[in-house]
């Protein structure tokens, strides 16, 4: 995957120069190439915290353009799969294996999502030992971890790891659906084999045993559509959490149940969430969404929903999400006080220069919320939701840091700033 390098720049230190090769990849971007710098300066590092300015890997999974605003799954733009409504298995598939499905494969694969979506019987002891009131992500993730005792200790070829895949995937929703049922009292569900993978989640979330749970088509649509858009985002914090405890040699499960908990922080995953409880604060303070911005302004408080790491521009899946959460409710006759105030949330947002020029827009989690409240998804199940969707990409970042032959366990340095040579005091003379 490497790309050419066809300029250099040079590094002016001590009165030496340093020449660092400038690489460019298949879209442009430009990374200048530190690789070799320590060695060459005899110890000299760059310090970038959070990593903002990093490259850490190279990847051909999905690509952000945050100027403009578009986001690609292997190439193909984001608003393309959603047009064609592409499925989230096809989604899946093309995420972890770089190309769309032939009809085989999609069957394959599909057969193998519908044979590997129950629970060993053993998993229910593992449900029953957390309390009722345990959060859903901390469930999902110690079952993903606990799936690494049932499946084989290595991959080793192409067809284990398809295997494996199908599994995690698969048995994702049904942990979910599962830990749902837990927390409010209800027996599990059992997935069931004549449904497509978006319908069976739902039934073992909403089925009772004396009443089947049918999907409506257009909410199927729906919930597809939300995973679809959440499947890969670069090397977003729970993805690079994923690469990171994939170079220590750790197995698919392990690696993935890191990105769930690395998913959980409410600076990641629990975005939506804080965007939904802002727009029922608005609701409940009687402020107008003008109001509401004049003050957030005032007080120089952040509006939850607005503005991203990347995007310096509309994110791609937000206008999405817009035009859905308005065909979905319209579909289905229903209203929502929250989505009202979230488009004149929007609309004075986006006329205020004082947004505009700091290039705060919508993101994602504007509207993600308000379409899992139209679903009648609970708020405690949101970054669940999100963690289904996001499965493909870390199973195919995961897949992708094991197959570079220049792959080595990550391990990032810091800056030292602590106390030098510390005088050791004796027990007896420390009061």
């Known amino acids: 995957m490497d790309h050419h390098i066809d300029e250099t720049c040079t590094l002016t230190l001590d009165g030496h120069e340093y020449t660092l090769p400038v690489r460019t990849g298949s879209m442009g971007d430009r990374v200048i190439d530190i690789s070799g710098l320590r060695a060459a300066t005899g110890g000299v590092t760059t310090f970038d915290p959070s990593f903002a300015n990093t490259s850490a890997c190279e990847s051909s999974i999905s690509w952000i353009d945050g100027e403009n605003g578009r986001l690609t799954y292997r190439g193909i733009p984001i608003e393309t799969l959603a047009a064609e409504k592409v499925s989230f298995v ?94 409010i009292g209800e027996p599990a569900i059992y997935p069931r084999y004549d449904l497509k993978y978006v319908e069976n989640f739902m039934h073992m979330m909403f089925s009772l045993p004396y009443r089947p749970f049918e999907a409506d088509p257009i909410v199927a649509r729906a919930l597809n559509l939300f995973f679809v858009l959440h499947a890969d985002h670069g090397q977003n914090c729970s993805t ?36 939904v409880l802002a727009l029922q604060k608005i609701k409940d303070s009687g402020l107008t969404p003008r109001q509401y911005v004049a003050r957030a302004k005032d007080d120089g408080e952040r509006i ?43 609309e004075a947002v986006l006329g205020d220069d004082y947004f505009v020029e700091r290039r705060l827009f919508p993101n994602v989690d504007f509207y993600s919320g308000i379409v ?40 990032p340095r810091d800056l030292y700033v602590g106390a030098e040579d510390t005088a050791w005091v004796p027990r007896s003379q420390r009061g």
């Open 90 to 183: 096809e989604t899946a598939w093309l995420l972890i294996f770089g190309s769309l499905p032939t009809r085989a494969e999609r069957e394959h694969f599909t057969e193998l999502l519908t044979e590997h979506s129950p629970l060993h019987r053993s998993m229910d002891l593992h449900f029953n030992a957390f309390p009722p009131n345990g959060h859903p992500m901390a469930i999902m993730s110690s079952m993903i971890n606990a799936m690494s005792t049932h499946d084989r200790p290595k991959i080793t070829d192409d067809l284990s790891f398809t295997e494996s895949a199908a599994k995690l995937l698969s048995k994702v929703r049904t942990i979910a659906a599962a830990s749902y049922k837990a927390s």
């Open 240 to 275: 690079s959490t994923v690469r990171m405890v994939a170079s220590s040699g750790a197995n698919l499960f392990t690696s993935c149940s890191a990105g769930v908990c690395a998913l959980w922080g409410p600076r990641h995953g629990g975005a939506n969430v804080d965007a």
């Open 304 to 346: 939850s929903g607005f503005g991203h790491r990347i995007y310096r521009n509309w994110d791609p899946r937000a206008r999405i999400l817009r035009g859905a959460c308005t065909e979905l409710l319209d579909s289905l006759n229903r209203t929502d006080p929250l989505l009202d105030i979230a488009r004149e949330l929007e």
């Open 372 to 411: 899992l409240r139209a679903l009648n998804i609970p708020l405690n199940m949101f970054t669940v939701m999100f963690a289904i969707g996001r499965m493909p990409g870390w199973i195919a970042h995961w897949r992708e840091a094991k197959a570079d032959p220049k792959g080595k366990i990550a391990r």
